[in-house]
């Protein structure tokens, strides 16, 4: 039996002064139950806890770890920029280069301003895109999570979808009535939104491929794929697509983006969004797009939008060295590594009698607890999640650490050696087990 008698203490006391003893709803365990591990060290695929207990990690901080823990080129940035002074609240180099990364690599993305997470990102471009139309509404999908912006918290993903939330309390009612949710994947409703109300909508937000009620990949319909047709839909409508790629970014494929068809220019979103992967764990988000859209921010525009931190050295040192890492070597290693890792929980679960399926989105997947495909947040909910959290509970035991949710992607990394996966490969028959009781 795993000892967690030092978590167990920590969290008591976390939880006099910490609402719920976190900083991020999902993490208090809440719909597993239990103890969350408090993390004490972390390097490559491997997680140290306060009670001495080793695992091996899934979760990655919830994606920008992809070159695994610690890992020394990141760090070394890290420790050389922060020799240099911590914040400026000044121009300085690496954000330049950290933007002129980005441009390089997105198509579409033609400026980019640096913040300090998703949330902010989405949040910014939402402004610009209802800057740019004069327009209030905001068209999202059921399932979609792009962060806590109040207007984007209806029918979310993530921590929303774990605890069964409808939304959030302390959204106004003019908020809310702004944003429009449809069900992911759904063009006929997309289109009939558009037929009644397209002059009053501002943009389509989106995540490229939904990763926050577990993978749920973009479907084509009569060859058009769903991003593409919520592009063609929204400027036919004079409306904007924000493309939210804060998960899927530099982390779904080598191309660094998912929501974009690479070899059609003829369509592109409008405004994207970054997070995770291009801060290497420190925090950063991003949003870009199209020069004339974001030269709207102040000081040249009448949008405002500004960070104190934003842009901050160690950031962006540990942004750049995390993609000066990702070459196509390092794809293909998370390639591999995930679709091993794919093939050992099919097996597992397939032996005990387990009804699961597996979707993915590149090189992200994640494990649904039902027999049939999902392709809304409706049938995401239809999940077993009583033999999610048995399963999860015996990978914990066993020395693995799942998200704490079943709604949630699983990361690996370029350190997810085979001798990692193979102790993956140890633990899962039984949690397999589990889940079947
Ligand atoms: N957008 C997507 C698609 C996300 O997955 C997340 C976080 O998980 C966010 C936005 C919000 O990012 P952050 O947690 O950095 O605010």
């Known amino acids: 039996m795993t000892s967690t008698t030092t978590s167990a203490d920590l969290f008591a006391r976390a939880q006099q002064v910490i609402p719920s003893g976190v900083n991020s709803p999902v993490r208090a365990f809440g719909s597993v139950g239990g103890t969350p591990p408090f993390l004490t060290e972390a390097k490559g695929a491997l997680l140290h806890d306060a009670d001495g207990n080793e695992y091996v990690d899934l979760v990655g901080s919830w994606g920008p770890m992809i070159l695994g823990h610690a890992n020394e080129q990141v760090v070394e940035a890290v420790r050389a920029a922060a020799g240099r002074g911590l914040s400026f609240g000044a121009p300085q180099p690496g954000e330049v280069t950290l933007a002129e990364e980005v441009v390089r690599r997105i198509g579409p993305v033609e400026q980019l301003r640096l913040v300090n997470s ?31 912006v109040d207007a984007l918290l209806a029918e979310a993903g993530s921590g929303v979808a774990t605890f069964a939330m409808p939304g959030s309390a302390g959204v106004t009612a003019a908020t809310a009535r702004d944003t429009v949710v449809l069900p992911y994947g759904d063009s006929e409703a997309v289109a009939a939104l558009f037929a009644e109300r397209g002059g009053e909508i501002a943009a389509i937000i989106t995540e490229a491929a939904p ?199 699983w990361f690996v990394s370029t350190a997810h050696s085979d001798e990692v996966l193979d102790r993956i490969a140890a633990v899962l028959p039984a949690a397999a087990k589990a889940a079947a009781r």
């Not at 610009?128 to 068209?139: L, P």
């Open 118 to 148: 998703g949330t902010e990102a989405t949040m910014s471009a939402l402004r610009v895109a209802r800057a740019a139309t004069g327009r209030d509404v905001v068209v999202k999908f059921a399932g979609c999570y792009h962060g806590h």
């Open 211 to 409: 990763a926050n009620m577990g993978v749920v990949p973009p479907l084509a319909q009569d060859g058009v794929g769903f991003n593409r047709f919520l592009s063609e839909t929204a400027h036919a409508a004079g409306a904007l697509l924000i493309s939210d790629e804060v998960l899927t970014g530099f982390r779904a494929s080598a191309e660094g983006h998912y929501g974009i068809d690479g070899a059609d220019r003829s369509w592109a979103p409008d405004l994207m969004t970054f997070g995770k992967v291009i801060g290497g764990g420190l925090p950063v988000g991003a949003f870009g797009g199209r020069a004339d859209l974001m030269g709207l921010l102040a000081p040249a525009g009448p949008v405002y939008q500004a960070g104190t931190l934003s842009g901050n050295p160690l950031a962006t040192a540990a942004g750049l060295a995390t993609l000066e890492g990702l070459d196509a070597a390092a794809y293909d290693t998370l390639g591999r590594a995930s679709s091993t890792l794919q093939q050992l929980v099919a097996d597992a679960l397939t032996t005990a009698g387990v009804p699961h399926v597996i979707q993915t989105a590149g090189t992200l997947f994640s494990v649904f607890f039902r027999e049939q495909p999902v392709t809304t947040y409706e049938d995401a909910k239809a999940q077993d999640t009583a033999a999610f959290t048995r399963f999860f509970h015996a990978m914990l035991e066993g020395g693995v650490y799942l998200p704490p949710s079943a709604f949630e992607a």
